[in-house]
């Protein structure tokens, strides 16, 4: 099996625009706790990964080795995200780590990751407030991947998410030899069409791939 053919059950819970952000340590502890279980791979521990900018030096913060555990979490979420040193621009945990899946030449067995809203201009009204994405491979157990559907409808209702979609995937799309349009980009790119989902219905018309949605 190639890295980007490994196929999973995808999540993504938008967050309401007046919901708690999804970074925020409040909201998110409650989140990290609900999701561990999933996180958990016979192949390794699990990795966070988090990117955020100093407001002041515009450098990158620098939060050392992260876990999925609540010493962690703490570290790099914010009681008061408006108010934190520095700018979130997105976070993502690969279970296991990055590192053992490049030695195993094999994607993650669950993926998150959580970014903001894409907002465009900033005089534009926000129809959500955050993405949350979770993908948990296919190979997992019915009853696992059953439970984390009751999870994330769980979560979102908790995020009052105005939608949140379900599809089946593979880690990316094959494209001259190689592949395209991989799991950890899409909280960046390829996610939405063209143009701010802001200002255009939030509905499924608004993303580049085919998704259903999750009854809440």
């Not at 990158?60 to 010493?71: M, P, Q, T, V």
């Given at each position: 099996?190639?890295?980007?053919?490994k196929?999973?059950?995808?999540?993504?819970?938008?967050?309401?625009?007046?919901?708690?952000?999804?970074w925020?340590?409040?909201?998110?502890?409650?989140?990290?706790?609900?999701?561990?279980?999933?996180?958990?791979?016979?192949?390794?521990?699990?990795?966070?990964?988090?990117?955020?900018?100093?407001?002041?030096?515009?450098?990158?913060?620098?939060?050392?080795?992260?876990?999925?555990?609540?010493?962690?979490?703490?570290?790099?979420?914010?009681?008061?995200?408006?108010?934190?040193?520095?700018?979130?621009?997105?976070?993502?945990?690969?279970?296991?780590?990055?590192?053992?899946?490049?030695?195993?030449?094999?994607?993650?067995?669950?993926?998150?990751?959580?970014?903001?809203?894409?907002?465009?201009?900033?005089?534009?009204?926000?129809?959500?407030?955050?993405?949350?994405?979770?993908?948990?491979?296919?190979?997992?157990?019915?009853?696992?991947?059953?439970?984390?559907?009751?999870?994330?409808?769980?979560?979102?209702?908790?995020?009052?998410s105005?939608?949140?979609?379900?599809?089946?995937?593979?880690?990316?799309?094959?494209?001259?030899?190689?592949?395209t349009?991989?799991?950890?980009?899409?909280s960046?790119?390829?996610?939405?069409?063209?143009?701010?989902?802001?200002?255009?219905?939030?509905?499924?018309?608004?993303?580049?791939?085919?998704?259903?949605?999750?009854?809440?």
């Amino acid at each position: 099996m190639a890295f980007h053919t490994k196929m999973y059950d995808v999540y993504l819970v938008l967050s309401g625009a007046a919901a708690a952000c999804p970074w925020s340590t409040s909201a998110w502890l409650p989140i990290a706790d609900a999701l561990a279980a999933y996180t958990l791979s016979a192949r390794g521990k699990p990795a966070v990964r988090c990117v955020q900018i100093d407001k002041n030096t515009r450098k990158s913060a620098k939060f050392g080795r992260l876990g999925w555990n609540a010493e962690s979490h703490r570290k790099w979420t914010h009681d008061e995200p408006d108010a934190a040193p520095w700018f979130f621009i997105g976070s993502e945990a690969w279970g296991p780590s990055w590192n053992q899946c490049e030695k195993d030449n094999e994607a993650p067995d669950c993926y998150v990751s959580v970014s903001p809203p894409n907002a465009g201009r900033q005089d534009t009204a926000l129809q959500f407030g955050g993405k949350l994405l979770v993908a948990l491979t296919a190979d997992a157990p019915d009853e696992q991947r059953a439970d984390l559907r009751a999870s994330i409808i769980a979560i979102a209702r908790e995020l009052d998410s105005p939608l949140t979609v379900y599809q089946r995937r593979p880690w990316g799309k094959a494209s001259y030899g190689g592949f395209t349009g991989a799991m950890n980009d899409l909280s960046v790119t390829g996610l939405f069409k063209q143009g701010s989902p802001h200002d255009r219905p939030l509905d499924l018309a608004t993303f580049n791939e085919a998704w259903s949605p999750v009854q809440l």
